[in-house]
């Protein structure tokens, strides 16, 4: 029982290329969503997804998709990657609680 | 207002001192209050989740919640080094539906000395 795996650990883009975070669960969870941390502004919402296929966006969506194929699959996708991409990504999933996976820490020069 | 406020510290206490970690709330529908633990570089880690009002106690961990002050607390006794990390508490009106969005505090930074 892996719970939250998110891949890759760290990741390296130029301004412009796209990339997918990857984000999987085990726990059997409708829900599940995307944050960004960033210093001194906390987590933030990107996407959430009720269920497989239902997405909404969250509180920072510019700049990111997102698809929901599968109950265990929930990928976010950089369309063009940009500085102020660069952040600490974590995929949760849970109902009245949520589990975090480990996270994704991305640098875009 | 912002809809949770935690002061972000940092706290530094001695090894085996009691800590109180405070949130305070303005939105009355919250009904699931967590708090989370996270250490450097890696995920927030869900350390005690309360219901409504009441307390919750976890070996050296204790979780109050007082709904009608919209407040919140986490207690750790005989704090150990080990304990020093970041301290986010969040919060959920959660009721029912898929309407599970948390809303964070920014978290609060704690170092145990030994």
């Known amino acids: 029982n892996a719970g939250v795996t998110q891949t890759p650990k760290f990741q390296v883009l130029k301004t412009g290329q796209s990339m997918t975070l990857q984000c999987a669960q085990d726990m059997n969870h409708e829900y599940m969503s995307w944050y960004r941390q960033d210093p001194g502004m906390g987590l933030r919402l990107i996407h959430y997804?009720?269920?497989?296929?239902?997405?909404d966006q969250g509180e920072v969506p510019n700049g990111y998709n997102v698809s929901r194929s599968t109950t265990e699959d929930f990928p976010l996708r950089l369309l063009s990657a940009a500085p102020s991409q660069t952040s600490v990504y974590f995929c949760a999933t849970g109902q009245e609680t949520q589990y975090f996976g480990p996270g994704t820490r991305l640098l875009v020069l | 207002q912002k809809e949770v406020e935690q002061d972000p510290g940092p706290l530094s206490v001695p090894e085996g001192a009691i800590v109180s970690l405070n949130c305070t709330y303005s939105n009355s529908a919250f009904q699931y209050f967590m708090w989370y633990r996270q250490y450097s570089r890696k995920g927030p880690e869900l350390l005690m989740y309360t219901y409504s009002s009441g307390n919750k106690e976890d070996g050296r961990f204790t979780a109050q919640v007082d709904k009608s002050s919209k407040y919140i607390s986490l207690f750790i006794r005989d704090s150990q080094p080990s304990d020093s990390a970041t301290y986010l508490c969040?919060?959920?009106?959660?009721?029912?539906?898929?309407?599970?969005?948390?809303?964070f505090g920014k978290g609060t930074k704690l170092s145990v000395i030994p």
């Open positions: 969040a919060m959920n009106p959660y009721s029912g539906a898929g309407s599970y969005q948390l809303t």
């Open positions: 997804s009720v269920g497989a296929g239902i997405t």
